[in-house]
């Protein structure tokens, strides 16, 4: 065993009533099937003492598709399961506030066949405070408060919505941001105002943003020309059988630092860019009739933008209906010439201001 790890070595015995607990909380029906914290009253107290005056019994939500009571209590309880530290509670209850907002879907988030799942980024200054990661590897491993936020509002879906594997929860087949799926946004990396505050909140403000997200589709451009790279880009965004180009709804766009300081230095504003890609990421209504349900029974060219004739199989069909569905952040490592490009589901963005004690 290695000098790093050897002191994780603890005697079996002393491990018998927790995993114990771990079992019955598996076996319950509990767990997104990793071990969880055992949520002793105690440990929930400390969590609910955060936001102290707030009684823990206020009812944040209710969770669809079973309708649940997202108490803050009960919201801690899936904090304390997921590993957070009491700190993070006011990020998973802003998250929580969020999805409930009628332009998320959630119902339908919960119940669908697609692939998504609820992405949760964070803005502001809580970011840093909490060591939110945004920077190399910030939709992976290796960073407590991305792993165990994510975590924990996935938990309060399944045990407070009921949205359970093959049950109400009809994914196809998931992604692995099922088990957590959580940001920052790398702002000091930014050459644009920190999506918060193109939002209209403060920059002192901190906020939670969710979006119902697939997993993130890689877009490597080496060189060195602006406009190439939102050609990339674009065709990346409208390619034959995503999602997002029947459904249309809000898409997300995250720049790698490079990227992001490439397009700047050429001075392309963010608005700019989202008009880039809307007036480029498009295909025409003959190929979308070949790859999926936008005429006929499953009619879905209603929610394309009006000036597209859906009669007309020259007609160039976008990827979202205006430029402002487009919404871009930065983050990622240093260096590395990647951005990643997240399909949508139909839903709406929406980003909640969290309350810190």
């Known amino acids: 065993m290695s000098e790093r790890h050897s002191d994780l070595a603890t005697p079996a015995e002393s491990l018998g009533p927790l995993l114990d607990s771990i079992d019955l909380m598996y076996e319950t029906g509990w767990t ?3 071990p969880v ?9 400390q969590f609910t003492d955060v936001l102290s005056p707030r009684d823990p019994g206020e009812l944040i939500a209710e969770i669809p598709p ?11 309880v899936n904090a304390v399961m997921a590993g957070c530290l009491p700190e993070y509670l006011p990020v998973v209850v802003a998250a929580i506030k969020a999805m409930v907002d009628d332009r998320f879907n959630l119902r339908g988030v919960q119940c669908s066949t697609g692939i998504h799942t609820p992405l949760v980024i964070v803005n502001g200054p809580i970011a840093k405070k909490l060591d939110i990661n945004s920077g190399y590897n910030c939709f992976g491993q290796g960073w407590r408060a991305n792993a165990t936020i994510g975590r924990a509002v996935k938990l309060v879906l399944v045990n407070l919505g009921g ?31 920190p999506y918060h505050v193109e939002m209209g909140f403060a920059a002192e403000d ?31 965004m409208c390619t034959l059988g995503n999602v997002q180009m029947y459904v249309m709804g809000s898409t997300c766009v995250v720049l790698g630092p490079e990227h992001a300081r490439m397009l700047s ?3 392309w504003l963010k608005r700019d860019i989202k008009t880039f890609l809307f007036e480029r990421a ?51 490592g240093a260096g590395g010439p990647h951005s990643a490009y997240l399909p949508g589901w139909g839903s709406r963005m929406v980003t909640e201001k969290i309350q810190e004690p």
């Open 66 to 76: 079973l309708g649940g009571n997202a108490t803050i209590e009960r919201v801690a």
């Open 163 to 193: 949205a359970f594997p093959g049950e109400t929860n009809k994914s196809t087949f998931g992604h692995p941001g099922s088990y957590t799926y959580c940001m920052a946004e790398a702002e000091d990396a930014s050459p644009w105002e």
């Open 282 to 332: 498009r295909k025409p209504v003959r190929l979308l009739r070949h790859g999926g349900p936008p005429v006929g029974d499953s009619q879905r060219s209603h929610l394309w933008p009006r000036f597209v004739d859906a009669d007309d199989d020259d007609q160039m069909v976008p990827v979202v209906r205006r430029p402002e569905d487009i919404h871009i952040f930065v983050a990622g």
């Open 32 to 34: 997104d099937g990793l």
């Open 37 to 45: 914290v055992p949520p002793t009253r105690d440990r929930v107290k």
């Open 265 to 267: 230095e050429d001075r």
């Open 206 to 236: 901190s906020t939670v943003t969710v979006f119902p997200a697939e997993a993130p589709h890689n877009v490597m451009y080496h060189a060195a020309n602006s406009r190439d790279f939102l050609t990339v880009l674009a065709d990346t």
